[in-house]
């Protein structure tokens, strides 16, 4: 009895490990990477006619210059979504959101944060991409003056019209009222797609959402430093007690 209960455990460390194997291997494939979104190419490659703020990202892009030129407006057809929801925006405020909006339609370098999602206009998301501190706290300057009712933009929206109203009595205020910090504004607004790094532009561990394309692009090195921490981790992870108890149990019995 104990042989085969050996020879059962043997096969468990096999399948974990080769199961833990794989979700390591997996891991590595984050560079260079599109998600599976709603208006994302499935591979990236050149785009030489991006739009304007999308444009560093031509030369490598998962977003089509249709979808850089849509970016650009408001309510535009990509989310039916209206920046000017509590009165006009300001123009300085609405240029990191159309930032935003390329980094997130665009960029081939989220794969480390890209997590999956059952949502019927995405299967995929990301999920606390470390943002640069200069970039966060620009966004959060430039848009102090700025109004919204709502801090959480991703849910919670009056779609009756065709886009996205105050909810009833939710009132507008400045920007600080609903994002006292910069912090607040970078992490709360998309559902912590974004968590607002300690890091500085051109440290290679943040990502940046506005960059000179003449000099490259800063976020191949930082995707690439993130996809090794994360492959790194080996089966470190939910299969590691599952692994060492059967380690265990095979010692036991042998």
């Given at each position: 009895m104990a042989?085969?209960t ?31 979104a ?7 490659s050149?785009?030489?006619k ?5 444009s ?25 979504f ?8 300001a ?18 370098n ?14 995929e ?5 470390p ?10 300057e ?7 009712c ?9 779609w ?11 009132a ?20 912590h797609?974004y ?6 532009r051109?440290s ?17 090195k930082?995707a690439?430093?993130y ?5 790194g ?14 380690l265990m149990?095979?010692?036991l019995?042998?």
């Amino acid at each position: 009895m104990a042989k085969w209960t050996t020879i059962q455990l043997l096969f468990l460390l096999v399948w974990v490990t080769e199961v833990g194997g794989a979700q390591s291997r997996d891991r590595t494939e984050l560079l260079n990477v599109c998600m599976d979104a709603k208006h994302h190419k499935e591979k990236p490659s050149a785009e030489d006619k991006l739009h304007e703020q999308c444009s560093p990202w031509k030369k490598n892009a998962c977003c089509t210059t249709n979808t850089s030129e849509e970016a650009h407006k408001d309510i535009s057809y990509l989310y039916r979504f209206n920046w000017n929801h509590c009165g006009q925006m300001a123009p300085a405020c609405k240029r990191h959101f159309i930032q935003d909006t390329c980094l997130y339609e665009c960029s081939p370098n989220l794969g480390p944060w890209i997590q999956q999602v059952d949502q019927s206009w995405r299967k995929e998301r990301i999920l606390n991409v470390p943002l640069c501190k200069e970039d966060c706290e620009s966004w959060w300057e430039d848009c102090r003056s700025s109004y919204t009712c709502k801090s959480n933009w991703h849910k919670g929206w009056n779609w009756t019209s065709g886009y996205n109203q105050c909810p009833v009595k939710a009132a507008c205020h400045p920007f600080p009222f609903y994002f006292p910090t910069p912090a607040d504004l970078c992490n709360e607004i998309w559902s912590h797609s974004y968590k607002v790094s300690n890091y500085s532009r051109g440290s290679g561990r943040c990502i940046q959402m506005w960059f000179d394309p003449a000099q490259g692009n800063p976020n191949d090195k930082v995707a690439k430093f993130y996809a090794q921490v994360v492959d790194g981790a080996g089966l470190r992870g939910p299969w590691a007690p599952l692994l060492s108890l059967a380690l265990m149990l095979l010692w036991l019995l042998c």
